[in-house]
């Protein structure tokens, strides 16, 4: 590995001097001596001691990224927006995965600290991670960002998105549209952004005057939704025999899987039924057909959380200091959803 002391002994200059320019303290040594130092470590290869500058300076430059499932898309959109903005200002993220796995947090986090980050970003939805995680959070002593769960008292910030506006505006749609004989698959229990979705469905319809029937409003059953289950709870639907001809989806892996199972049963997407999901996951704009679905912007939450964390490092704020943002989400109309068909929804 090169050293300051190979840039020394190649330019002839003293070890002083070599540093400085390196770490940006050289503001009385000539312009020509600097240029000589840095063609001179690029030539040579040269790459800081991330680990000896940190000890120094007591700095890692790096904040902490907890997730509870990177495989997720909901996940995968938010690190991204987090990545992002994070190397904008020379920060490195350091990852850590869940994998839904409750009995994995202590561990997780255990192996953030040891990395001495500056700050922590958690997207927190399950709820399942309850009192434990809020716990973890406080005993780093850092800036502290959860992301899809609301915060009401605690020493860290929030960032969540308005579950219940965005899918009241779905449910407005479709009553818009005609539909009348509505389907509902919500999310599981586990999740934080279950039951606000469910809300804002409910309350949405109240005011409309619309009545669902209970048999056509199912619950996935896992701790987090994925195509398989969305598929088996669409069947479960179609099996009741009872008409819709719109389905709301708690998430577009669900919305997906639902599309799934109608064409499997005859019945086709938008003629037959309307369907709308949430999230706007990468595909939604390019599946057939392409789905109507409430974008949440999930790679605005990463870049928000991100820029509270780098506010509050730039400005020395003591990690009880906390900024709370929600996230308004909208309507992206597209190609799944339709007027109400005059035939009532069944499975063949």
């Known amino acids: 590995m090169v050293t300051i002391r190979d840039i020394a002994k190649t330019t002839g200059l003293s070890l002083a001097t070599v540093s400085m320019v390196l770490n940006h303290a050289g503001r009385r040594i000539p312009a020509s001596t600097q240029r000589l130092v840095e063609r001179t470590a690029r030539d040579l290869g040269y790459s800081p001691n991330l680990q000896a500058r940190s000890l120094r300076n007591r700095r890692t430059q790096s904040i902490g990224v907890l997730v509870f499932d990177i495989t997720d898309p909901y996940c995968t959109l938010i690190v991204r927006g987090i990545e992002n903005s994070l190397y904008e200002a020379g920060y490195m993220p350091v990852l850590t995965d869940l994998q839904n796995d409750p009995n994995r947090l202590r561990r997780c986090a255990q192996m953030l600290i040891e990395r001495r980050v500056e700050g922590l970003i958690a997207i927190a939805n399950p709820v399942h991670l309850g009192t434990d995680f809020s716990t973890m959070i406080q005993q780093f002593k850092v800036p502290a960002v959860v992301i ?16 219940k506006a965005g899918t009241s505006a779905a449910m407005k749609y479709l009553a818009e549209l005609g ?3 509505i389907a509902v698959i919500k999310g599981p229990r586990a999740m934080v952004d279950s039951n606000p979705r469910w809300e804002g469905i409910r309350d949405c319809a109240r005011n409309l005057g ?3 029937n209970p048999a056509l409003v199912l619950e996935i059953k896992r701790k987090n939704s994925s195509y398989e289950e969305g598929f088996r709870v669409a069947e479960s639907l179609l099996r009741s025999g009872k008409p819709f001809t719109g389905l709301l989806a708690f998430d577009d892996l669900t919305a997906f899987a639902a599309i799934g199972a109608l064409s499997n049963s005859g019945i086709r997407v938008p003629e037959g039924c309307s369907v709308i999901g949430f999230d706007d996951i990468p595909g939604a704009a390019y599946y057939n057909p392409p789905l109507t679905t409430v974008d949440q912007h999930l790679e ?3 870049v928000l959380a991100a820029g509270v964390i780098k506010q509050m490092l730039a400005a020395n704020l003591p990690s009880s200091e906390s900024t709370h943002e929600r996230v308004t989400p909208h309507l992206i109309v597209r190609k799944s959803t339709a007027s109400a068909p005059l035939a009532r929804t069944k499975a063949k």
């Open 210 to 212: 619309i009545q669902f």
């Open 148 to 163: 899809g769960s609301e915060v009401t008292e605690g020493a860290f910030s929030s960032v969540v998105v308005d579950n």
């Open 179 to 181: 539909h009348r004989q």
């Open 300 to 302: 605005t939450q990463g």
